[in-house]
């Protein structure tokens, strides 16, 4: 019997919290849940305490922790609860802890993930921001932390899957010539420009193959969640831009392909369902049940495949520019994209601005190099105010 390993869960109330939860459950002596955390609501955090009983929890409202705090010592719960990033970043490298799932959504899920490596804790990375933001630092970090990274991102857990076990240095060198990086296509494949620019909230966040929080699948709907992976993929498998295609395949059966010098293409397949991707990363290098049922291919009876159109969907362009342009531009794009999507949700923006507020921010912005974690702090505040004040002349 493995030794039980306990686990960190950085956005537990949200959609890969609840999977990640679902998988553990289903194997009570593999894993033990050692925090939650959650950003501000405290009603679905208590109910995951009472039912998983962790030994600390986490938000980072302070008047949401205290009611937490109330209504677990009134049941007699022993969780302790905490408040703050700075208890994000101790449940994230606590020496009892051996993995930390990072769900947290956008830019805040940064400094706990840095945490997690620092201490050379197994990281399950969901939060591509992370990636986007801070490639080059973060991989440094789990480098020197001893870290463990395993990709969660369902397309990069492909990618992970069909690699060779060893990737030293450069693709070429482990005789990859690309990366096949597939996209849904998201809910408006088939819409023409006019249409696009009459998308409502309700219709974008529709999504046909999966069930996401609000943020991802407005960016699946732009496309812009694609550009954010191609960015993941360039940090996590340590490729060039022009060794990542992206192959839009509205099935979401094939996950990801990787393209061998010698013509083999190999990819992973399965249900959409983040319990896949979550089982393996929890488990490996064992493979571990998941919930998750038998593909059936004669229902799905057809794979198809066509090339993204990014004169309609923008934000795939602006992904690539700002990777090309490499140093801060990526945490300026993921910056401008996160107020961008909050004005959609908040319907104060039309579908059609979000990618032309993000080029806006890119082209006002200086591309600096990174230096530190500081400089990209100050790089993604900076872009938010340029991104409101756009914002405010709209
Ligand atoms: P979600 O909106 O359902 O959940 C987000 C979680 O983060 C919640 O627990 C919330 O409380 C917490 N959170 C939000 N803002 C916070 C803040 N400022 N500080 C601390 N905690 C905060 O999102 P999701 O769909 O679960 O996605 C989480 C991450 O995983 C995202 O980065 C997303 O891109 C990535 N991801 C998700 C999926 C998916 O299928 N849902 C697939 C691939 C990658
Ligand atoms: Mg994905």
Not at 133 to 156: C, R, W, Y
Not at 217 to 243: C, Q
Not at 336 to 349: D, H, P, R
């Amino acid at each position: 019997m493995p030794k039980l390993q306990q686990i960190t869960i950085l956005g537990a109330t949200g959609t890969i919290g609840a999977s990640t939860l679902n998988v553990i459950s289903q194997h009570p002596n593999r894993f033990a849940t050692y925090a939650l955390t959650a950003n501000n609501n405290d009603a679905a955090l208590y109910k995951l305490c009472i039912e998983y009983k962790p030994v600390y929890a986490v938000l980072l409202d302070e008047a949401a922790a205290e009611r937490l705090r109330l209504q677990l010592k009134a049941v007699g719960s022993s969780t302790e609860v905490m408040c703050g990033m700075s208890a994000l970043e101790y449940v994230s490298s606590h020496p009892e802890v051996d993995a930390v799932m990072a769900a947290i959504v956008g830019a805040a899920g940064l400094i706990p993930a840095i945490a997690a490596a620092k201490a050379g804790k197994r990281i399950l990375l969901a939060n591509k921001e992370t990636l986007v933001m801070a490639g080059n630092l973060f991989m440094q970090a789990v480098k020197q932390g001893g870290a463990t990274l395993l990709p969660i991102d369902s397309e990069h857990n492909a990618i992970f899957q069909v690699m060779p076990a060893r990737v030293d240095g450069s693709l070429i060198d482990s005789g990859i010539k690309k990366i096949l990086l597939t996209a849904s296509g998201g809910p408006f494949r088939k819409f023409s420009q006019s249409e696009l620019e009459e998308v409502s909230l309700e219709q974008a966040l529709n999504h046909p193959n999966w069930v996401m929080g609000p943020k991802i699948t407005i960016d699946s709907a732009t496309l812009m969640n694609k550009g954010l992976e191609v960015i993941e993929a360039r940090w996590l498998f340590n490729a060039k831009p022009s060794e990542i295609e992206v192959v839009v395949h509205p099935q979401s059966v094939i996950h990801s392909m990787v393209e061998y010098v010698d013509g083999s293409v190999l990819a992973q397949l399965g249900n959409p369902d983040m319990r896949t991707p979550i089982a393996y990363a929890l488990g490996y290098p064992e493979r571990l049940q998941s919930g998750v049922g038998s593909l059936d291919l004669f229902k799905i009876g057809q794979l198809d495949f066509e090339a993204p159109d990014t004169n309609k969907f923008p934000c795939l362009r602006l992904a690539y520019e700002a990777l090309k342009l490499g140093g801060n531009a990526a945490a300026i794009l993921n910056a401008a994209n996160e107020i961008a999507v909050e004005a959609f949700i908040q319907k104060t923006i039309k579908f059609t601005d979000i990618p032309r507020l993000i080029e806006f921010v890119l082209n006002k912005s200086i591309i600096k190099e990174v230096s530190d974690l500081n400089m990209l702090i100050d790089t993604d505040a900076a872009a938010r105010d340029s991104a409101r004040e756009w914002l405010s002349r709209a």
